[in-house]
T-cell receptor
Framework: AQTVTQSQPEMSVQEAETVTLSCTYDTSESDYYLFWYKQPPSRQMILVIRQEAYKQQNATENRFSVNFQKAAKSFSLKISDSQLGDAAMYFCASEGPTSGTYKYIFGTGTRLKVLA | DSGVTQTPKHLITATGQRVTLRCSPRSGDLSVYWYQQSLDQGLQFLIQYYNGEERAKGNILERFSAQQFPDLHSELNLSSLELGDSALYFC?????????????FGPGTRLTVL
């Protein structure tokens, strides 16, 4: 069965500094996708970044990048030059085939606080 | 604003009742997804529809059902409601039903079961 684990319930970072959020997953599939979603206080879920498992190159979106270690089943999110607007819950998620259909599994989330 | 609309924003009802949540996807999106976010179980994928047909099913209870109509809007029906069904229900949409596609989330419907 697919699982996604976020071991850091809460993280803090100083404004303009860099922070890394951890995520590990478990799957027996070879074809899958990984995502990081942001949920600010407004509760709106926003896609931050996604990674295709068959691509070795780490995905990057502006100040957001991932460190994808397929063998270790690790998918961490790095936020550079942190801004006050980055404060939110961050969810790691996987999408992969399960019994012939794709299913989406989310981690429990990491609350990121940005300190001015 | 993601372009996905959900109604109502808030819903308060009693145990044993039935409610319907509505979702209108972004213009041009063919796929709709439903998620439940509760305090004790986090965010869970319920079901996906693509162009009117069920595409994938997650941890959706038998008391819950969904459908996608010809105009592509979707409804999630929750029946025999229990206290534990209190949660934020999200709808998301995507242009296609293929894997890895970006989903755009609506603002959610907050359901409170008393």
């Amino acid at each position: 069965a697919q699982t996604v684990t976020q071991s850091q319930p809460e993280m803090s970072v100083q404004e303009a500094e860099t922070v890394t959020l951890s995520c590990t997953y478990d799957t027996s599939e070879s074809d899958y996708y990984l995502f990081w979603y942001k949920q600010p206080p407004s509760r709106q879920m926003i896609l931050v970044i996604r990674q295709e498992a068959y691509k070795q190159q780490n995905a990057t979106e502006n100040r957001f990048s991932v460190n994808f270690q397929k063998a270790a089943k690790s998918f961490s999110l790095k936020i550079s030059d942190s801004q006050l607007g980055d404060a939110a819950m961050y969810f790691c998620a996987s999408e992969g085939p399960t019994s012939g259909t794709y299913k989406y599994i989310f981690g429990t989330g990491t609350r990121l606080k940005v300190l001015a | 604003d993601s372009g996905v609309t959900q109604t109502p924003k808030h819903l308060i009802t009693a145990t044993g009742q039935r409610v319907t949540l509505r979702c209108s996807p972004r213009s041009g999106d063919l796929s709709v997804y439903w998620y439940q976010q509760s305090l004790d179980q986090g965010l869970q994928f319920l079901i996906q529809y693509y162009n009117g047909e069920e595409r994938a099913k997650g941890n959706i209870l038998e008391r819950f059902s969904a459908q996608q109509f010809p105009d592509l809007h979707s409804e999630l029906n929750l029946s025999s409601l229990e206290l534990g069904d209190s949660a934020l229900y999200f709808c998301a949409s995507s242009v296609s039903g293929t894997s890895g596609v970006e989903q755009f989330f609506g603002p959610g419907t907050r359901l409170t079961v008393l």
